[in-house]
């Protein structure tokens, strides 16, 4: 199992940045699948993006071109970049796991071996 932890939520004002960050606590992400989702208040959990274990990335049509993922190997984490953040964009930022490590997947198949999950971290698009 890896325990997730999400930083960087906070208020943004429309038309921000935002740089989130996922980590393990006990592990380093690098060789893991990892992906972003959120949910807003009322409505379904979204996905938005997933990172395979050799970077190559799906994302989903909702943040496609206003988001960027990247690994820092450094901190053994995973970020997330958001820029022309919109008030729709509040939400509760969740990112999740593999446990497998090395799995190289494509498109949204990612989504399927998501196995561990972190408690979220909200972002408030607000002025």
């Known amino acids: 199992q890896v325990q997730l932890m999400e930083s960087g939520g906070g208020l943004v004002q429309p038309g921000g940045s935002l740089r989130l960050s996922c980590a393990a606590s006990?592990?380093?992400?690098?060789?893991?699948?990892v992906a972003w989702f959120r949910q807003a208040p009322g409505k379904d959990r979204e996905g938005l993006l997933c990172?395979?274990?050799?970077?190559?990335?799906f994302y989903g049509d909702s943040i496609k071109g206003r988001a960027t993922a990247s690994r820092n190997n450094a901190q053994g984490a995973v970020n997330l970049q958001i820029d022309s953040l919109k008030p729709e964009d509040t939400a509760v930022y969740y990112c999740?796991?593999?446990?497998?490590?090395?799995?190289?997947?494509?498109?949204?198949?990612?989504?399927?071996?998501?196995?561990?999950w972190g408690q979220g971290t909200l972002v408030t698009v607000s002025s």
């Open positions: 999740a796991a593999a446990s497998e490590p090395f799995r190289t997947v494509r498109g949204a198949d990612c989504y399927k071996f998501l196995e561990n």
């Open positions: 006990e592990r380093s992400l690098d060789t893991l699948s």
């Open positions: 990172m395979s274990a050799d970077a190559a990335t």
